[in-house]
C-alpha cells in the first residue's frame, strides 16, 4: 500500500459545506442562461500542455475540508473535458455557448415504479440546492476543487421508486449532433453514456450538480445538469444529462465501448491502480503543483464500504 503523507490524511469528520441556498433564489433571476480521456491513439496525458497553469487566486480564500484552495472560476470554466464540443480543453468554453439548455427536459424511468419526465427548473425549485466542494481528478491525473451547487441524486431515486431487479443507473447525455458537433465524431459510440452501481447512486456524496461558484452551470461544464461522483475518474461525471435509467446489467459507459480495457466500469480513483498508458500515483492540481492521489479522490471514509470484498484492480 502507498503511503500518503500525514498531511494528506483525510481529518476524522470530513467537512463538507452544506450551506443550504435559499430554493431557486440562486437560479430564479438567471435565465439558466480517448483521454477522459485521451483515446488509445495519443499519448500519455502528462505530454499534454495545460491552458491555464499559471496561479489565479481563488478570490474566496475558501478550501475543500482538506485544505486544498479552490481552483478559480476562470480555470473551472475554461480548462473542460467535454468531446461533444472537441477534444482539447479550450473549446467546450468557446463552443458550448450556443447551447440551449432552457427549457430542458430529463427522462427518468426504466425500472421503476413511478416513471417521470422532469424540467430541470421544476427540480431546482422541488430539491434544496446544497453546495458542495469536491475534488474533481480526471483520468489523465489532473485536478481542480469545486464548489459546485446541487442536490443528492438519490432524492431523485427514491422519487422514481426504483423497482427490486434495478441494479444499476444508466445516465445519457443529449444526442443532437447539429448542437453537439463532437457527436459526429465516428469514433465514439455517441450519445456519451454513464453508470453507477444503485448503491453507488445513492451514497449521499453522488450528486446531481446544477451549479458551480452560486452561479447556473456554464454549459462547458455540463448545464443544466450533470453527475458528480467525486470519488471516481472525471469521466464518470456525465454532462448535459436528459435521460436516466434503472436498469437490471451493467451499462457500457462511451468510455467502455471505445477502450475496455482502459475505462472500465468503476472508475474509482486509486494511486494503486495504473492507467494501462501512465501511472495513476500522481496528480497536477491545474492551479497548483503535483500532489499525490488519494485513494477514493480522498473519500474513503464515505465510499470505501460500497468495494468491500471486491478486486480494486480487477473491478477497475
Ligand atoms: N457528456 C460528457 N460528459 C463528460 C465528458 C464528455 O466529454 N462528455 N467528459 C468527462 C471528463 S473526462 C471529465 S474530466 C469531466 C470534466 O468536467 P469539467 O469540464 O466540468 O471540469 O467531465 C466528464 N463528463
Ligand atoms: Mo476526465
Redesign the pocket.
Known amino acids: 500500500m502507498k503511503k500518503i503523507p500525514s498531511s494528506e490524511i483525510t481529518p476524522e469528520h470530513i467537512y463538507l459545506s452544506r450551506r443550504q441556498i435559499m430554493k431557486g433564489a440562486v437560479f430564479s433571476a438567471a435565465a439558466l442562461a480517448l483521454a477522459?480521456?485521451a483515446p488509445a491513439n495519443t499519448p500519455a496525458p502528462a505530454a499534454a500542455s495545460p491552458t491555464q497553469d499559471s496561479t489565479t487566486p481563488s478570490g474566496s480564500g475558501e478550501t475543500d475540508e482538506l485544505g486544498n484552495p479552490l481552483t478559480s472560476y476562470k480555470s473551472?470554466t475554461t480548462y473542460?473535458?467535454?468531446?461533444?464540443f472537441g477534444q482539447d480543453k479550450m473549446s467546450?468554453s468557446l463552443l458550448a455557448g450556443d447551447l440551449v439548455t432552457s427549457p430542458w427536459q430529463v427522462e427518468v424511468g426504466g425500472l421503476v415504479n413511478n416513471p417521470m419526465t422532469v424540467d430541470v427548473a421544476d427540480l431546482l425549485k422541488k430539491y434544496d440546492q446544497e453546495e458542495r466542494i469536491y475534488r474533481?481528478r480526471?483520468v489523465e491525473a489532473w485536478s481542480?476543487v469545486i464548489p459546485w451547487t446541487g442536490f443528492p441524486l438519490a432524492k431523485l431515486l427514491k422519487e422514481v421508486e426504483p423497482k427490486a431487479e434495478a441494479k444499476y443507473v444508466r445516465f445519457e447525455?443529449l444526442n443532437d449532433p447539429k448542437q453537439l458537433p463532437g457527436e459526429n465524431d465516428n469514433y465514439f459510440k455517441w450519445p456519451?453514456v454513464e453508470g453507477l452501481r444503485l448503491d453507488e447512486a445513492m451514497n449521499d456524496l453522488a450528486i446531481l450538480g446544477t451549479g458551480l461558484y452560486g452561479k447556473p452551470l456554464p454549459n462547458?461544464?455540463?448545464a443544466p445538469i450533470r453527475l458528480v461522483v467525486p470519488w471516481k475518474y472525471?469521466?464518470k461525471?456525465?454532462?448535459?444529462i436528459v435521460k436516466i435509467d434503472l436498469v437490471a446489467e451493467m451499462p457500457t459507459s462511451l468510455w467502455m465501448a471505445a477502450a475496455p480495457n482502459e475505462y472500465g466500469f468503476y472508475a474509482n480513483v486509486n494511486p494503486e491502480v495504473p492507467h494501462p498508458r501512465w501511472s495513476q500515483s500522481t496528480e497536477r492540481r491545474i492551479e497548483g503543483s503535483r500532489v499525490a492521489t488519494l485513494k477514493f479522490n480522498g473519500y474513503e471514509e464515505e465510499v470505501a464500504g460500497l468495494y468491500q470484498g471486491m478486486d480494486l484492480s480487477k473491478n477497475f
Open positions: 477522459a480521456c473551472v473542460n473535458n467535454y468531446y461533444e467546450p474533481l480526471c481542480m447525455t456519451y462547458q461544464d455540463g472525471g469521466f461525471s456525465i454532462k448535459a
